[in-house]
């Protein structure tokens, strides 16, 4: 499967904005999808995930609460809905999958393919 990460742009702080990864496969609902980012001169990190079928979602403490993923397996899309947006919060996002019945994870080498990442920028 092939994704395409979209939605990245500069916001204000205590803006919203959502990322969309849009799967070249209709066979998308056989992967977790998941969100990571790489602030500048920084390691990339996980954001967050949510199982094939979105019963369940797990969040980097950094973002819980403010951040939600979603995904609609007709349009083979996932989601990141972005909520009050922080300067830190500043970095590329990349959606990822993962195929199977894996278990949940947090670790980016459990991930493959991925997409080329959307840039998000808070303004402070």
């Known amino acids: 499967v092939q994704l395409q990460a979209s939605g990245g742009g500069l916001v204000q702080a205590g803006g919203s904005l959502r990322l969309s990864c849009v799967a070249s496969?209709?066979?998308?609902?056989?992967?977790?999808m998941a969100w990571f980012r790489q602030a500048p001169g920084k390691e990339r990190e996980f954001v967050g995930a949510?199982?094939?079928?979105?019963?369940?979602?797990y969040y980097a403490d950094s973002v819980k609460g403010r951040f939600t993923i979603s995904r609609d397996n007709a349009k083979n899309t996932a989601y990141l809905q972005m909520n009050s947006l922080r300067p830190e919060d500043t970095a590329v996002y990349y959606c990822?999958?993962?195929?199977?019945?894996?278990?949940?994870?947090?670790?980016?080498?459990?991930?493959?393919?991925w997409g080329q990442g959307t840039l998000v920028t808070v303004s402070s």
């Open positions: 990822a999958a993962r195929h199977g019945n894996a278990p949940l994870s947090r670790t980016e080498t459990d991930f493959g393919p």
């Open positions: 949510q199982s094939r079928r979105g019963g369940i979602s």
């Open positions: 496969e209709r066979t998308f609902e056989t992967y977790t």
